[in-house]
């Protein structure tokens, strides 16, 4: 299957829906951007070549660019995961091979197709920066400072590398200007661009982590007051947990609901429960669905009748007495 169509296909879509809807950026932590328009997480850190000191001031030729992305290696702390599936953002002519460059809906010049590259579409729709010129050709200034969302160091001056060759001269490639907010081609050997690599899909979610308390252990006929507020999602800020669902009799339906469910003794009966031992589970569910469980007993006593305290009162009784007797 050609991946390049894909790729237009999927740009295309994403272009369509950015009118009706806004685009999505989500701070996954440990450094990462998930971008749900392209289904890509890209680098927070915009020129994370200077700040992970692999170039003094992250400005590369072309080939060092591709070749920095390509042979990337970024840790996650969040995930505890290394990832190195990265790329450069890639380029599509959508007319004939060349630059056409004009003022609106082309693929090289000013308010250019974003279809035609994940850079002109994030720095474009996701991140709402502009061009100098108008649709119309009207001057309306450089980009001094940028719309940069949840990104660290987008650079204001320069630009950024596509990965994507300028087909009628090979010596050239495509980039996005910021200051000029165009897409056009440089040199391969210009070494005052940037570069933003982006890998492809979101990053795993990790599992919300369910803590039920207990043991927990009530009296015949009394209340129970359940406690799962401990539990945590230990991912980025944009998660968390949303729903709190307890079994309560290990029939694998979830009977009462809140993190601190404060339960009648009448609903445990209505579950059939009364003296006992029984293994209870909760259920911690995130914004994504995914869920952790976590288990602990409930132990219900049996509360003497009237007649079974009258009889441990006598038996008492005469217990002291025959003891007073024996002084």
């Not at 369509?16 to 809807?21: D, E, I």
């Not at 000191?53 to 400005?59: H, K, T």
Request: hydrophobic share 40%; with cysteine.
């Amino acid at each position: 299957m050609n991946t390049r169509r894909i790729r237009v296909a999927a740009l295309a879509l994403a272009a369509t829906l950015s009118g009706t809807a806004q685009a999505t950026l989500y701070d996954r932590g440990g450094g990462l951007i998930y971008d749900s328009d392209l289904n890509v997480t890209w680098l927070q850190d915009a020129n994370y070549a200077r700040t992970s000191g692999y170039d003094a001031d992250g400005q590369m030729t072309w080939s060092q660019a591709n070749a920095w992305a390509a042979n990337l290696s970024y840790y996650d702390s969040v995930r505890n995961v290394t990832y190195t599936d990265w790329q450069l953002p890639t380029m599509i002519d959508t007319g004939a091979p060349g630059c056409d460059f004009g003022y609106s809906g082309t693929d090289c010049g000013y308010n250019v197709n974003t279809a035609t590259s994940e850079m002109a579409h994030l720095f474009f729709t996701e991140l709402g920066n502009r061009s100098a010129y108008s649709t119309s050709g009207t001057f309306l200034g450089l980009n001094t400072t940028l719309a940069t969302g949840p990104f660290t160091n987008l650079q204001a001056w320069g630009g950024y590398w596509y990965g994507t060759l300028y087909a009628p001269d090979p010596s050239q490639a495509w980039y996005l200007s910021t200051n000029w907010g165009s897409q056009d081609r440089a040199g391969l050997t210009w070494t005052n661009i940037y570069a933003l690599p982006f890998r492809p899909g979101d990053i795993a979610n990790l599992l919300p982590v369910s803590l039920i308390g207990g043991p927990y252990s009530i009296n015949q006929g009394t209340n129970l007051l359940l406690n799962g507020a401990a539990s945590y999602d230990p991912d980025y800020v944009a998660d968390s947990i949303i729903q709190y669902a307890w079994d309560l009799n290990g029939d694998a339906t979830y009977d009462v609901f809140g993190a601190t469910p404060d339960v009648d003794y009448a609903t445990l009966v209505g579950l059939g429960m009364g003296t006992g031992t029984y293994t209870m589970s909760l259920k911690v569910t995130d914004t994504h669905g995914t869920y952790g469980v976590s288990t602990a007993t409930l132990t219900i006593a049996a509360v003497p009748e009237p007649e079974t305290y009258a009889m441990m009162l006598i038996g008492v009784g005469i217990v002291g007495m025959a003891a007073r007797r024996r002084l």
